[in-house]
């Protein structure tokens, strides 16, 4: 597709169950991020991947969230057991980061709902 | 790390009128601050960006200035329309390799027919 891509657009799950969200990056961007976006608040950041370069976990809030992204290109974020506080739009942006073009492109966000 | 401020949190206009946002950050080695327009149920889209060897950029009816001195930056819409209606966030980042963008807490922007 011409865009980031984010599956699936919403998540209803029960507290204390796993989730996995996936992001499909624009074809060739070398930089992946996540970040979290609560209830009228900001763009918390989470994770950045860059090439094949170890990734900047410093944003994750807990031990429960993880993120990995295979073969430079899909990246799955996953969130063990879920809370409540964990209910939040998760974007997805990637970046071609090369040649001074640092635009970061968003998919349109998982929302996920822990009950 | 960087701290990025926005204000306002929401701001309510009447079409024709002009919306002015304004952005503060920490950190005086940032050197890109891209602003996005996140409408309902999207992801964010950047609409405009200056870098720090720049003051001023325009594109049609929106501009941003920056004053790197004073560490802050504005959006600057003018002739407001309905469809200018949404969340508008600040970002800066010190670019290059390890490019993470901090966010402001974004602005609500409504305008008014």
């Known amino acids: 597709g011409a865009g980031v891509s984010q599956s699936p657009s919403n998540k209803v799950t029960e507290k204390g169950k796993d989730v996995e969200l996936r992001c499909d990056p624009i074809?060739?961007?070398?930089?992946l991020y996540w970040y979290r976006q609560s209830l009228g608040q900001g763009l918390e950041f989470l994770i950045y991947?860059?090439?094949?370069?170890?990734?900047?976990k410093s944003g994750l809030p807990s031990d429960r969230f993880s993120a990995e992204r295979t073969g430079g290109s899909v990246s799955t974020l996953t969130i063990q057991r879920t809370q409540q506080e964990d209910s939040a739009v998760y974007l997805c942006?990637?970046?071609?980061?090369?040649?001074?073009?640092?635009?970061?492109?968003f998919g349109q966000g998982t929302r996920l709902t822990v009950v | 790390g960087e701290n990025v401020e926005q204000h306002p949190s929401t701001l309510s206009v009447q079409e024709g009128d002009s919306a002015v946002i304004k952005c503060t950050y920490s950190?005086?080695?940032?050197?890109?601050f891209p602003w996005y327009k996140q409408e309902l149920g999207k992801g964010p889209q950047l609409i405009i960006d200056?870098?720090?060897?720049?003051g001023e950029k325009k594109d049609q009816r929106i501009a941003v200035t920056l004053n790197k001195t004073a560490k802050h930056f504005s959006l600057h819409i003018t002739e407001t329309q309905p469809e200018d209606s949404a969340v508008y966030f600040c970002?800066?980042?010190?670019?290059?390799?390890?490019?993470?963008?901090?966010f402001g807490r974004g602005t609500s922007l409504i305008v008014h027919p």
């Open positions: 942006a990637s970046t071609l980061n090369q040649g001074g073009n640092t635009e970061a492109f």
């Open positions: 970002a800066a980042s010190m670019g290059g390799g390890s490019y993470i963008p901090t």
């Open positions: 074809s060739g961007h070398t930089a």
């Open positions: 200056i870098r720090s060897n720049v």
């Open positions: 991947f860059q090439g094949n370069s170890a990734p900047d």
């Open positions: 950190d005086s080695a940032s050197n890109y």
